[in-house]
């Protein structure tokens, strides 16, 4: 049952990402991220890793997704919207996959540890680990993430900031 529920999950996850890529708007790319956000999270679940499902949903799920339509926002890319709904099937589409994964969800958070699973180390993804190897292996690669992305903030904001001078000149 283990393997049908990361088959599923697996496949929500290559959906929402290959539909991120391809939606022509902005905000449906971002929509279609949350849901590879959060299949990522189940799979955290299925390989017996609470702390990292947490931090999946709240971090990334939670904190990224928000920055990345605040950015979307300012940038007023959702003002090139085009209101009529070309694909008819999204929309059950998106609710189908919606039912499936929170079902999913569900079925794993009520039915506890598999009895045949057998995790050999219990510590792989505790919190101590993660902030090991986080802080001293992938000390650099962690330091130069936080400056792409501060970087990226502060071009979005001057880029904002010019192009809205820019039109009150002329």
Known sequence: MELIIFLITAAVAVAGAVAMLLSLNAIHSAIFLLINFVAISVLYVLLYAPFLFAIQL???????????????????AERAEDTRERFVWQRPLGLTLSAILLGLIGYIALRGPAPEARVTNHQFAAPERIAEALFTTYLLPFEITAFLLLAAIVGVVVLHTSGSQAGKRE
């Open 58 to 76: 709240i971090v990334y799920a939670g904190a990224i997704m928000v920055l990345f339509l605040f950015v979307v926002m300012l940038l007023g």
